[in-house]
């Protein structure tokens, strides 16, 4: 990768498990046989280093923001390696490119909480509001809830020519 993981998320991988336990599907491990998502199809590191490939692309993986497991229709839960703490990011595809926000100021936090019971997908999104819409096989109305990610919103993209 050519950064330095945080350490709390090398603990995790070499003294409990390599990835395949946490929240949603597990967190991603490392290779060549740490657990990987199966929505991401690659290892965190293969997904990584892909993700880095073209400059010019508006979705580029930034600089050491790591995936660590996916909630699928393009929304991740990412270790942002530039943070002695290991802070966790929510990350979901927009129009513009991809959005990040600030989920948890540590991996270690963030992990306790989940430990601790707190469904921590729940906490990554809020309803703001309901929309009706018509449900496409019953034609019927459907109330349908409209969320935004919780937390401070970081461009992390910043990062993409510098290491």
């Known amino acids: 990768l050519g950064f330095a993981l945080p350490s709390f998320y090398v603990r995790l ?3 409990v498990a390599n990835g395949g336990f946490g929240p949603g599907s ?5 290779p060549p046989t740490g657990h990987f998502d199966a929505d991401m199809g690659v ?3 293969e997904h ?3 993700a880095r490939d073209d400059p010019e692309d508006a979705t580029r993986q930034p600089i050491r923001v ?3 497991l996916s909630w699928g229709c393009a929304m991740y839960c990412e270790l942002d390696c530039a943070t002695d703490a290991g802070r966790v990011l929510f990350s979901e595809g927009l129009d513009e490119g991809i959005g990040y926000w600030v989920t948890s100021p540590s991996l270690r936090e963030w992990m306790a909480q989940w430990a601790d019971g707190t469904d921590v997908e729940a906490e990554l999104l809020e309803v703001v509001r309901h929309e009706v819409r018509t449900n ?3 034609k019927e109305p459907v109330r349908v809830p409209i969320r935004r990610p919780r937390g401070e919103r970081v461009d992390v993209r910043v990062r ?3 290491a």
């Open 43 to 45: 290892s965190i590191v």
């Open 160 to 162: 993409q020519t510098r």
């Open 66 to 68: 790591l995936p660590l």
């Open 26 to 30: 597990g967190l991603g491990g490392v």
């Open 136 to 138: 496409p096989f019953t």
């Open 48 to 50: 990584y280093l892909r």
């Open 13 to 15: 991988v070499t003294e």
